[in-house]
């Protein structure tokens, strides 16, 4: 029984989440193998060889996977899945384009959003935003499975001394083609990774007021900056920093909320964070159902101070 987990890769360096998947794969059991589909990726291949428990690297190489377009990768994927038991992806934009691609040509249920390797073929997996959790028996030869990143703890980058095996790289499907990308610049940690997050919500009112409330207490505590889907509906901030379950899923060491009601929408999000400190004036809100730590105050007052005292 062996394990493939499909690395999320720049074509220099290995992806945090990639990290996750791996635990997941070797809680499965059996060997664990990385497929690190790319152009010019060997840097991102050696990278993977030193992961914790990773015991192969299969390296595939050629221009069509430069940009991890979905059906390229799927079928690179589909050319080396009959050596696997276990396919996994990360749950990120990326694993979620391709994994259903490889489920259905395998015509195999895909088992999606794993939090926990009950055994080889059982797995819990959160539904209902997160109120409950289903526990998912798949009685496939070949599991196709998407990873919560936030649900396991990330392998250890350093360690491992797997050997890299080139792959022919499949060829290129025609059916799409990369155009171009816009990235958004940051010299804050990426949502996703970062320890510390500091949230506004819909109560802060304006853009304006967004940065000019949550920026300096961001900058105080060196922490990534999110928003509830209320505050980016509105405007006051971009899409990339939503936290939620149509948002991004995070769990850092620390969450600090301010002027989010929380919504089941955001609570599926953010719940699994360390710590939750919620800073809201309504002493109804939900988000103080989660929140370790909360504060009955005007954040517009509370914020500032928070800073100051900082």
């Known amino acids: 029984m062996t394990a493939l987990v499909i690395a999320e890769h720049d074509n220099a360096s290995i992806k945090g989440a990639t990290l996750n998947t791996v635990t997941a794969a070797l809680a499965c059991g059996g060997d664990v193998h990385v497929l690190v589909a790319g152009h010019n990726a060997a840097a991102a291949a050696a990278a993977a060889g030193k992961i914790a428990g990773v ?5 595939a190489d050629g221009a069509q996977l430069a940009h991890g377009l979905a059906e390229n990768v799927a079928a690179q994927v589909l050319a080396i899945a009959g050596n696997y038991s276990h396919i996994l992806f990360p749950a990120t934009a990326s694993g979620k384009n391709v994994a259903p691609r490889v489920a259905a040509k395998l015509d ?6 794993i939090t926990k390797v009950v055994s080889a073929d059982t797995f ?5 935003a997160g109120n409950a959790i289903a526990t998912v028996q798949s009685t496939d030869a070949k599991k196709v499975i998407t990873v919560r990143t936030t649900g396991f703890d990330a392998a250890a980058a350093t ?8 792959a022919v790289a499949a060829a290129d499907s025609g059916k799409s083609s990369f155009v171009g990308s816009e990235i958004a610049k940051n010299d804050r940690p990426e949502l996703t990774a970062a320890k ?8 802060l009112g304006s853009s304006e007021k967004f940065n000019e409330v949550m920026t300096p207490l961001a900058d105080k505590l060196g ?4 928003a509830s889907r ?3 509906d509105a405007g006051y901030a971009p899409n990339d920093l939503q936290v939620g379950q149509t948002g991004k899923i995070v769990a850092p060491q620390l969450y600090i909320a301010a002027g989010i009601s929380g919504a089941i929408q955001h609570l599926a999000g953010m719940k699994d964070s360390k710590v939750i400190v919620a800073i809201n004036k309504d002493p109804e809100a939900p988000i103080f159902s989660v929140a370790d730590y909360g504060l009955e105050a005007d954040l517009f007052t509370a914020v500032p101070e928070l800073v100051k005292a900082l």
């Open 196 to 203: 510390i997050i500091v949230s506004g919500g819909r109560a």
């Open 159 to 166: 360690g491992g001394s797997a050997a890299v095996e080139t």
């Open 55 to 59: 015991s192969k690297v299969i390296h």
């Open 230 to 232: 209320a505050a980016v």
């Open 108 to 113: 195999v249920a895909q088992v999606s959003d």
């Open 223 to 226: 922490a990534a900056i999110g």
């Open 124 to 128: 819990e997996r959160p539904i209902y």
